[in-house]
T-cell receptor, first 116, second 112 residues
Framework: GAVVSQHPSWVICKSGTSVKIECRSL??????MFWYRQFPKQSLMLMAT?????????EQGVEKDKFLINHASLTLSTLTVTSAHPEDSSFYIC????????????FGNGTRLTVT | QKEVEQNSGPLSVPEGAIASLNCTYS??????FFWYRQYSGKSPELIMS????GDKEDGRFTAQLNRASQYISLLIRDSKLSDSATYLC????????????FGRGTSLIVHP
């Protein structure tokens, strides 16, 4: 089946630093990748959608200068949380889909970010 | 009106029983429908995909799609304690790029 690898699985960083999260599709070409954030006991919140080679489309309320998304190839997307603050501590999950619009999403295992 | 509706639950069933999870969607043109399971602290995992009217069975799971009623369900037979999780209904909403739209999820608790 389709596999999405997300790294790191957890990270602790100090306030003011930046953190990069990688999301790779291992056995298919991910035309579209989605980045989600999830706080404890809450639903997944879509942050942004990225298509390979294009600028990401951010959801309302998500700061594009704070959450930098790069989708430079069909198998790799990165999310960089810049100048992280404690309120950015959350569970970040990427998902990927191939070019067929009817295809399901395949999720990475998520990254738990803690900002101290 | 939210585009994909699910009862948040919790739905509590005894071990060995059938759990029935339901979902409705608003976009009549949608063509692909999915059920995901999410354990606490983990990312969602795909359980079932369904694209045509009727039933689709995979082991203990049966997904049902009724396009006329814009209704999807997931039946879990012989429920196990390990089935306790949140079940997410996802519909690829037609609208340019088939945006995957999530229901809020139904919490299922299987008790001994």
């Amino acid at each position: 089946g389709a596999v999405v690898s997300q790294h790191p699985s957890w990270v602790i960083c100090k306030s003011g630093t930046s953190v990069k999260i990688e999301c790779r599709s291992l056995d298919f070409q991910a035309t579209t990748m989605f980045w989600y954030r999830q706080f404890p006991k809450q639903s997944l919140m879509l942050m942004a959608t990225s298509n390979e080679g294009s600028k990401a489309t951010y959801e309302q309320g998500v700061e594009k200068d704070k959450f930098l998304i790069n989708h430079a190839s069909l198998t790799l997307s990165t999310l960089t949380v810049t100048s992280a603050h404690p309120e950015d501590s959350s569970f970040y999950i990427c998902s990927a889909r191939d070019a067929r619009g009817l295809s399901p999403l395949h999720f990475g295992n998520g990254t738990r970010l803690t900002v101290t | 009106q939210k585009e994909v509706e699910q009862n948040s639950g919790p739905l509590s069933v005894p071990e060995g029983a059938i759990a029935s999870l339901n979902c409705t969607y608003s976009d009549r043109g949608s063509q692909s429908f999915f059920w995901y399971r999410q354990y606490s602290g983990k990312s969602p995992e795909l359980i079932m995909s369904i694209y045509s009217n009727g039933d689709k069975e995979d082991g203990r799971f049966t997904a049902q799609l009724n396009r006329a009623s814009q209704y999807i369900s997931l039946l879990i037979r012989d429920s196990k304690l390990s089935d306790s999780a949140t079940y997410l209904c996802v519909v690829n909403i037609v609208g340019g790029s088939y945006i995957p739209t999530f229901g809020r999820g139904t919490s299922l608790i299987v008790h001994p």
